[in-house]
């Protein structure tokens, strides 16, 4: 029962597996050649975060794979179809940071309400502006939620107790409305919503899905936020958005250009423009794909895989 980690993980991982009979290896570098050379061919199961793609290829390759552990939520860097095809069981661990998530798209919508980064830095240069300062609260807001997987509803229970109207849309998922969020249709999210927090997959029909269509279905100027998939947003829309007054801020965890891995950027001349015209525009916030990066969900990822996995060769 060998399991090859592919990306650094929390240690619980390896801890527990090992407890469990399990013979763990740190493969950090283990490249792409690597397996399609059959240098996994005996594992019974992988453990990776986005440095690699497990496409058709690689999984041909893994001839005795079982299962794939992703640590976190997203699947995008593989071929769900292919595996499942393959009989290869897919876990990930939502479960892990979706509190991490929710308390940092919190923080980020609190940031552009009140004023938060221009206040501390207008102090900073020695200026005390009070009434260029003057917040919004949160109260008189009504919070739309797209996407109500684990992030979306971790976003919504941080906002219970802030007194605001909290709304959610989901294409599928239905029955999911409670005393405290209200669940609508597509429809009445475009109508209803002051603030917008994107908590979508990124797939091949999110891709692009918010481009300047999208944003113009909205009602009423709107506050925009995404902590999602940087992919899911066509940036240089949302800036003309802005630019219109249609979205009045924005603050973004991840953007359109970050790399397959999630740990760079990749631009190209239009991508370049576009970067430099998103990073001068102060009307929004921008922070490097750390939603859901705490001390705390470092561990739960793993604690989380390691529930699953045992589970799994349990039943």
């Not at 109500?148 to 239905?174: H, I, P, Q, T, W």
Request: hydrophobic share 40%; aromatic share 6%.
């Amino acid at each position: 029962m060998k399991v090859a980690f592919l990306d650094t993980v929390h240690p619980i991982l390896k801890e527990r597996l090992e407890a469990d009979g399990y013979s763990c290896h740190e493969l950090y570098s283990m490249s792409r050649q690597d397996i399609l050379e059959g240098a996994l061919k005996d594992y019974e199961g992988v453990v990776i975060r986005s440095r690699l793609t497990l496409d058709a290829r690689l999984l041909a390759a893994l001839v005795g794979l079982k299962w794939i552990a992703r640590s976190g939520s997203g699947l995008e860097n593989i071929d769900i179809e292919e595996a499942e095809a393959r009989g290869v069981k897919i876990i990930n661990s939502p479960e892990g940071n979706r509190d991490a998530v929710g308390e940092h798209t919190l923080g980020l919508l609190l940031m552009l309400l009140h004023k938060l980064r221009s206040g501390d830095s207008s102090v900073h240069r020695r200026e005390w502006l009070r009434e260029e300062h003057r917040g919004n609260e949160l109260g008189s807001q009504t919070v739309g939620i797209i996407g109500y997987g684990n992030m979306g509803s971790a976003f919504a229970e941080k906002l219970s107790g802030l007194g605001c109207r909290v709304v959610a849309y989901d294409k599928y998922k239905k029955g999911f409305g409670t005393e405290a969020v209200e669940e609508v249709s597509e429809e009445e999210f475009f109508i209803k919503s002051d603030i917008v927090s994107v908590h979508l997959p990124w797939t091949t029909e999110t891709k692009g899905l918010i481009d300047s269509k999208w944003l113009s279905k909205f009602s009423k100027p709107i506050t925009f936020i995404n902590t999602s998939r940087g992919a899911v947003v066509n940036t240089s829309d949302l800036l003309d958005a802005i630019d219109s007054g249609k979205v009045l801020s924005a603050a973004l965890d991840v953007i359109e250009f970050e790399g397959r891995s999630l740990e760079g950027l990749e631009l190209d001349n239009d991508a370049s423009i576009t970067l430099d015209r998103l990073l001068k525009n102060n009307q929004i916030l921008i922070t490097p794909h750390v939603a859901g990066w705490s001390v705390e969900s470092y561990y739960k990822l793993s604690n989380v895989l390691a529930d699953k996995i045992i589970l799994l060769r349990q039943s």
